[in-house]
């Protein structure tokens, strides 16, 4: 294999070496590992990958025996959130898949280099390619030229996992037109939030931003959404696109930096969780450190500042309601009582709790598309927690999560009984907006 | 060894019927070579039954060639318990959690042997009633492993260990034999005790394929109090004046004053740092009987000079109390990574002069040594925490734990209160037991066992073993 050639001592520092020894081996992440419940197996265990990586690091075993571990993990790091003696094991696991990203480089097909790059390089950053793709999917399921290509089985040639995503995605609507610069002047108290909207939610879920804005508006902010952002870079960096995930930061931090904002602000879980960790993109040296440390600090998901705003509910949701988590959310933000709060601060609502909350859906960035059969392993065991107490509406933070979450309850065949929303929509429609 | 791999694999999956449940890959065997304590041994072969006719046929495949079997829970073994030392076969069982009953006539629990200790406790509670032994790993470790290491928790001062608890096993011996020990009863005086001298065996006697375990009415209410002391000494005289003033908490956990700034340090939590010592003491039982308890045990404990007693209004603030001891571990490894726990115990009047022995070892080795743990009933904890990657520091840790062992011994105590002898403290267990007592145990490890196929280098020293605590 491509191990023979790789140089030991140079291995060891591009792994998070010296993170592995602050393992104590207790299991204490066992149960809370989705990946380790579901395919019940050490290897693919929080505790079972950082010896991996530290095994490999010291060359006792080859990067390609830590290769199928790494490749299936989540990254949802509730390993993290449960460890007592706060193992950094997103460092961990970010630097085995740069190694393993780098050198299988050499290795990979020309068709998985084109398809990397269409996606990771192309589409992922290009703005306007999302917004053909936006665009494309919103006329897609308004012509309802959908039903005549699933008729005709086209989609079948599609992976099978593209199609199932395919089937779920919901109705796409186009984005508003948005405030895209700083009023002059700044009315006192008010609150001055840059929002980032994210480029896959803004194609597919263009909506929930849209009503996250106009609530973030009618609490009494000015919301801008400035033209020069772009991809935050947090599939590239889960994938070892390692290079191209910094260069996107540092755009972003630049453009932001030009701005006087008192937060930034999204709506996406996922998303969030690599805004405020873009520090951990630089070496503690770098001179980008410090500016992109100042960036993180200003990012916040929408909960967290909704939840500190006076909102004007007026309608009565009278349904019984879970939430799911995001696991980026929880276990990288720490945001865990804020979208609780305001959830329940809903008139009328009944909030169902769902029995191991914080166990990861298995969507993960694009893990339900690039390990779809696991992933499915991983929703199962999630929704069978769900079939006890079925709730009405599944409240979720995520895109991903949002569309793992439709995936999860069409299995079960619970659409017609089981709506799923983001946390913003459901407090807008509180607010009859 | 064994060029008979191939063949055994082929047989396990043929007995299993399923070969996502035997494992060969790189991957499988590197993650099943370790524990909670130290050193790495690959097995050959992992295997993951959920039946006991597939522990019957696996034994019997490694006694006719001879191959070790290791059994292992969720190896969180603090003395090496689920290493293969001498590779062959790893009998993991944490996939098979599928049996937990619950039979609250007879207060009850009859299980398999993967079921997450945690989960026992948490069942009963449903039925109004309790499984006592609370081991700190609860939440993480297998019933099979408890069994297996006898393990103890805090609870342990009043309601006893694993051992108590278990009324009878199903057990599969080492040439494939299903048999059954003890029963269902509280009482049973038919023949030898096999049930007790499996528990504690470590895997090294049979495997342990089920349990009947004994529960108890839970208790309607606790109530907790946090006690300071000036002087560590007078921390060890308040809890013999307690135990004798009538009274048996449910749990009296210690922290030293290295542990109470560590914990400090880490979070903050308004711990006094002036001081030597905290006791934390919770009463079970009921409101009005707590309530009164608690008035008596403020009073032993002041007048054995305590600086102050700080009682829980309400089981929130109690949750607090009870925060800086669970804190403990998470603040003390943020000074250096690598933790090696001991449990040494010695006999409870012996408390205070083992403080004083710990003190004089941390300061001949020059080691960072806190103490922490099940002081009620003389189980401390001594934790030194090392960098595993300074050869020289880790070679004076092992020099300050072998001086540890003998202190224990020689104040009449035990190497090991709960976390077992496996292969980390096999060299001392002559210092403890002296050569007859030790001579008695392997005639009985050579009666179950003749062809030491089960969990093979454990318990009993190799000749010329010395005590190490690193990994290569
Ligand atoms: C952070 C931490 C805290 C701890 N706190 C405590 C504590 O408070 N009290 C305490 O007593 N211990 C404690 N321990 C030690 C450990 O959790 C216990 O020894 C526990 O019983 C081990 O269970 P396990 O399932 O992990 O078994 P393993 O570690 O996998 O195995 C332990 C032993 O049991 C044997 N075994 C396992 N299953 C079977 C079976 N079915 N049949 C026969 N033999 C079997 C193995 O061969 C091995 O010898 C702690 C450990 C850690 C890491
Ligand atoms: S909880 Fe933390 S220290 Fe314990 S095994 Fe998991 S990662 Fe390691
Ligand atoms: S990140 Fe999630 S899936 Fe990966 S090891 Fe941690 S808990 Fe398991």
Redesign the pocket.
Known sequence: MCCAMIDEKELRGKLAYDETFSCVQ??YCLPACPTYISFGKEAHSPRGRINLVKLAAEGKISIHDMANPIDLCLGCRACETVCPTNVEYGKILTSAVNVLAEYREKDRSRKEKVLRDVVFHRALTNKNVLKLMGKGLYYFKKTKMDKVLRKSKILNIMPQAIGRMESITPAVKLPLNRQNALSAEKTRSQLRIGYFSGCVMDTIFANVNDLAIKLLEIGGCEVVTIKEQGCCGALQHHSGERELAVNLAKKNIEAFEKYEFDYIVNAIGGCGAALVEYHHFFDENDIWFERAKRFSALNKDISVILSKLDLPFTKSINKNVSYQPSCHLTNVQKVIDEPLKILKSIPGITYIPMKQKDMCCGSAGIYNIVHHEESMLILDDKMAHLKNNIPEVIVTTNPGCHLQMLLGVEREGLSDHVKVVHLVEIIAEACEI | MNGHIEVIVEKLIEAFGDSSRVLTEVQDLYSYSF??SFGIYKPEIICQPIATDEVVELIKLAAQYKIPV?????????SG??LPVKGGIVVD?SLWDTKLEIHPDDLIAVVS?GVITSKINDKAIEFGLMYPPD???AHV??I???L??N???PRGLKYGVTKDYVLGLEVVTAEGKVIRTGGRTMKNVTGYDLTKLIVGS??TLC??TEATLRLVPRPLATKTAMVLFDEIVDSGHAISKVLRSGIMPAKMEIMDRHSIIAVEEYASLGLPIDVEAILLIELDGHHQAINEEMIRVEEACMSVNARSVIVAKDDREAEQLWQARRLV?PAIVKIKPTKISEDATVPRSKIPEMFQRLKEIREKYNVHLVVFGHAGDGNLHPNIIADQRDEEEMHRVEQAVEEIFEAAVSLGGTLSG???I?LMKSPFMEMELGKDGLHMMKLIKDAWDPQNIL?PG?IFPEPGQRFVLRND
């Open positions: 207790c299991g | 524990d909670a290791v059994a292992r829970g969720t190896g969180t073994s603090l318990g689920p069982f042997p081991p700190s790993s470790s297998t099979g492993g408890n297996a290491e393990a103890g928790g470590e895997g495997i342990i571990s709960e976390h077992g496996g969990n454990k």
